[in-house]
């Protein structure tokens, strides 16, 4: 298709926050169409983001439409579903938001489209698995936004202490996007140098809770969290617009274990390229398998 169209779905903070992040950059992107089950909601985020096109960086066509105008998408993006409430778990959220998502790709299948997915509502690497299930699409075309953010996240954290760009660190969150996540620390470095020369283990412990938690705090405080999360997908479609091969620890399906879940894979114009092959320690190994193991427990839960 190579139109560079996408579809987001849903219009609340994340949705809405993901359009406005593409305007305020020079992307690849062409056109964004807003759908929302409330239907003049998107129509008034449509209206207040073409508002800025005399001024943003970048021109964009932006109008609100159906299912229906998914057939030519290149991406759609699903950010709808119940948001997560203060004390809730990502999972809680599991069954709400599996049904959902299954009356909407439905839909958006009946349209025609044959594009790529990428998922970012909540539990996003079951509902990552459910939207490959549900779609009938190939694996490589089902993307879940993956422990991008929380990647993002430690490679601040760790910037604050080394004092080093944190576009300098290289350094992964992986497996579910949620309690389960862990840090790879055998494997982080900044130019070259391990991570672990440079700070004690209590110190890295306590790097890794925080960025496991951080979402907590945040929605404790203000509610949500959108303008993390919205900056990273940004960064996913660059990645897929622009053909960019770059490596992201999106969330992707993983033959060996049956799940999808966030792991450093090569990502391009047509989705998913490959998954790397990394060599992790001991210890990381067996805390990789306890979050696969919560995933796929989750993802048995739901019976389809």
Not at 17 to 32: G, L
Not at 252 to 264: A, E, I, K, M, V
Request: charge should be negative.
């Amino acid at each position: 298709m190579d139109n560079n169209k996408i579809m987001i779905v849903g219009t609340g903070n994340v949705g809405a926050s993901i359009a406005f992040a593409i305007m305020n950059q020079r992307t690849a992107v062409n056109e964004i169409v807003l759908t929302d089950i409330i239907a003049k909601d998107a129509e008034g985020e449509a209206m207040d983001l073409r508002d800025a096109l005399a001024v943003a960086p970048s021109y964009v066509k932006i109008s609100n439409g159906t299912y229906k105008d998914a057939k030519d998408c290149d991406v759609v993006v699903i950010t709808a579903g119940a948001a997560q409430k203060p004390g809730e778990t990502r999972m809680d959220l599991l069954k709400k938001n599996a049904n959902i998502l299954k009356g909407m790709i439905e839909q958006i299948m009946d349209s025609g489209f044959n594009g790529i997915f990428l998922i970012v509502t909540n539990p996003m690497d079951v509902l990552t698995y459910y939207a490959m299930k549900f779609s009938g699409l190939p694996s490589e075309k089902i993307i879940g936004s993956g422990t991008v953010l929380d990647s993002a996240r430690l490679r601040a954290r760790i910037s604050s202490y080394l004092h080093v760009n944190p576009k300098s660190i290289h350094a992964y969150q992986v497996g579910e996007h949620g309690d389960t996540e862990l840090t790879l620390w055998s494997l982080a470095d900044v130019g070259g140098q391990k991570v672990t020369e440079f700070l004690a283990k209590d110190l890295r412990t306590g790097i890794s809770d925080f960025v496991k938690n951080e979402a907590y705090d945040i929605i404790e405080k203000k509610g949500a969290t959108y303008y993390g999360i919205a900056t990273c997908v940004v960064s996913i479609l660059n990645c897929i617009f622009n053909d960019e091969m770059r490596v992201l620890p999106v969330s992707s399906y993983d033959h060996f274990s049956d799940t999808s879940f966030g792991w450093p894979t090569v990502v391009g114009r047509e989705g998913i390229i490959r998954r790397l092959d990394l060599k992790i320690s001991e210890h990381e190994g067996v805390e990789l398998q306890k979050s696969i193991n919560a995933l796929k427990s989750a993802i048995k839960s739901v019976k389809y």
